[in-house]
């Protein structure tokens, strides 16, 4: 079993919290993982990019080739195309519904999404709704993790808890707010997967 994913987004977003949530997770259930990262975090808004591999064997380097990524997880709309070239055809793309406009000739957001639903297979998730849902507005990244689970090749448990631990020794109540986030983005996939659609 070999699973790459990249994961994008812009500095402040939490991207590679994102990132170290599902490498430990991963870890945690006893399988191999790589990981690299490419970003900007001085500069807030700087593109954040981030390469992880899981495999239950030896995974030979650091970098998701293009064309093999089995999923691209965004935590910003238009950050989330500018590595489409790295999905395999069976690939998903999975983004947060928000854009981030830092720069002043931001795309029109309903192209964005239209060319996001050209794609074989893609999900758009309202993660700020969700998040506040939760009771906890900085856990929109959290929602991105439990929308991915339903594709990731990682129990739901050992998410859970290591989202639990990770959150808990800063704050009991955010750890809770933030599993419910976890919770909301898991089911807001599945909701949309039962109904037939994918947005």
């Given at each position: ?67 093999s990524a089995d999923l691209v997880l965004s ?74 689970s339903c594709f990731l090749p990682i129990k ?19 750890a809770v707010a933030n599993t419910k986030a ?18």
């Open positions: 079993m070999k699973y790459d994913v990249i994961l994008a987004g812009v500095g402040g977003q939490g991207v590679l919290s994102v990132a170290s949530i599902i490498a430990h997770a991963a870890m945690s259930g006893g399988l191999e993982v790589r990981q690299s990262e490419v970003h900007g975090m001085a500069q807030r808004g700087g593109a954040v990019l981030a390469h992880l591999r899981i495999s239950d064997k030896k995974i030979p380097g650091d970098l998701v080739p293009k064309g935590m910003e709309p238009l950050e989330s195309l500018r590595y489409v070239s790295y999905l395999k055809p069976d690939g998903i793309l999975i983004t947060a519904a928000e854009p981030f406009k830092n720069i002043n000739d931001y795309p029109d957001l309903d192209e964005i999404y239209n060319t996001i639903k050209r794609l074989p297979k893609w999900q758009i998730v309202d993660s700020a709704s969700l998040a506040k849902e939760a009771g906890l507005s900085k856990a929109a990244n959290t929602v991105m993790v439990g929308a991915a739901e448990e050992i998410l859970e808890k290591i989202i639990m631990d990770a959150f808990s020794k800063k704050d009991a109540s955010a976890f919770k909301l983005g898991q089911s807001a996939v599945n909701a949309k997967a039962i109904a037939g659609g994918q947005s």
